[in-house]
């Protein structure tokens, strides 16, 4: 027993003193375990679910339909990464090329997911329990799963290594737990893995155990997926499938590449780009096109952005007479193609 305790002893003129000095040492001491506990979270990274306010508790349950005082400290975290159907501004109309992909994605992900009764009892039909897109980047894979969650109505969870890696033991199990559990309660949802190769590559014997078991539960969410609604969709992207854990291919069936565009698809891609833009008569998109081949979607954009800024540095004094023409065109291609 401490000595403040056992310091209090009524026989004595001073017990009243001796309780006052027991108990400012009890406050004393909850203060220090409290503060403890806020430098616990802190370093996990948790401060903000802990410390969050009625605004953003009523936000939760206003916007998701979620109580948030059912939420673990895991789940509240998720909540910073989940993007809103309304708050996302791709669909695959601003999708240049890819057709194919399109309908793939129309024919095998998102009619099953609206229309579940068509589908129910007929286990061959039902959507596959994840999907890889895999190819060169800057071609739209991220794009690609944005749209998904915007045309089934859905939320959308950008899941990345920052937000699963933790340096204390036994979290980053947890909070791949709370992504899914986050999901089955605001579907229809939409988790993308961005680069997932960096989450679940191939497994060898070097690999650390904290490593092993991220993988693990990773593996072991995606298991249970058949068991939940169709209306989580979990989409993984990567640049080098061959990299990836085979145990995950054989749970995200469906292996979708993304091709470079081809040359419709490079001038689809450039007619959306410069839509509404300034641009002079001697621009030839069939031309522009043609030349650029092997360029990606982003390399597209990036190509028309350097272009507007040629054309803004030429004619500074006055932005109403710019105009975007084929020589801004030319010196973009060549610092692209220069890097």
Request: overall charge negative; hydrophobic content about 40%; proline content about 4%.
């Amino acid at each position: 027993m401490p000595q403040f305790y056992r310091d209090i002893n009524p026989n004595k003129g001073n017990g009243f003193r001796s309780f006052l000095k027991a108990l400012l040492m009890t406050l004393i001491m909850t203060l220090i375990s409290l503060a403890i506990n806020y430098v616990i979270a802190y370093m996990e990274g948790s401060t903000t679910s802990n410390s969050m306010d009625i605004s953003s508790m009523w936000n939760i349950y206003n916007n998701y339909g979620v109580n948030p005082m059912s939420l673990s400290t895991y789940e509240k975290d998720i909540f910073a990464n989940i993007v809103k159907s309304e708050d996302i501004h791709i669909n695959f109309n601003d999708i240049g090329g890819n057709e194919t992909l399109k309908d793939n994605i129309e024919r095998l992900i998102i009619k099953p997911t609206l229309n579940p009764h068509i589908y129910s009892g007929r286990n061959l039909l039902k959507p596959p329990n994840g999907i890889i897109l895999y190819g060169p980047p800057g071609t739209g894979k991220t794009m690609m799963a944005r749209a998904v969650a915007k045309r089934i109505g859905g939320c959308f969870i950008n899941v990345t290594s920052a937000l699963i890696e933790n340096k204390f033991y036994g979290e980053s199990q947890k909070i791949v737990g709370a992504i899914f559990s986050i999901a089955d309660k605001i579907k229809p949802c939409v988790i993308f893995f961005d680069e997932i190769d960096g989450l679940c590559g191939t497994r060898n014997i070097l690999d650390q155990s904290h490593v092993t078991s991220v993988k693990t539960s990773l593996l072991s969410e995606m298991d249970g997926i058949h068991q939940r609604d169709p209306g989580v969709i979990v989409f993984g992207a990567t640049n080098r499938i061959d990299n990836l854990d085979a145990a995950l291919k054989r749970r995200m069936r469906l292996h979708i590449k993304v091709e470079l565009p081809d040359k419709d698809s490079r001038r689809e891609i450039l007619e959306k780009v410069v839509n509404g833009e300034p641009l002079a008569d001697d621009v030839d998109l069939d031309e522009l096109a043609d030349v650029a081949d092997g360029m990606s979607g982003s390399d597209l954009t990036e190509l028309c952005k350097l272009a507007a800024q040629y054309a803004i540095k030429e004619n500074s004094n006055d932005s109403e007479s710019i105009l975007i023409n084929k020589c801004h065109f030319d010196s973009a291609y060549c610092d692209l193609t220069e890097q």
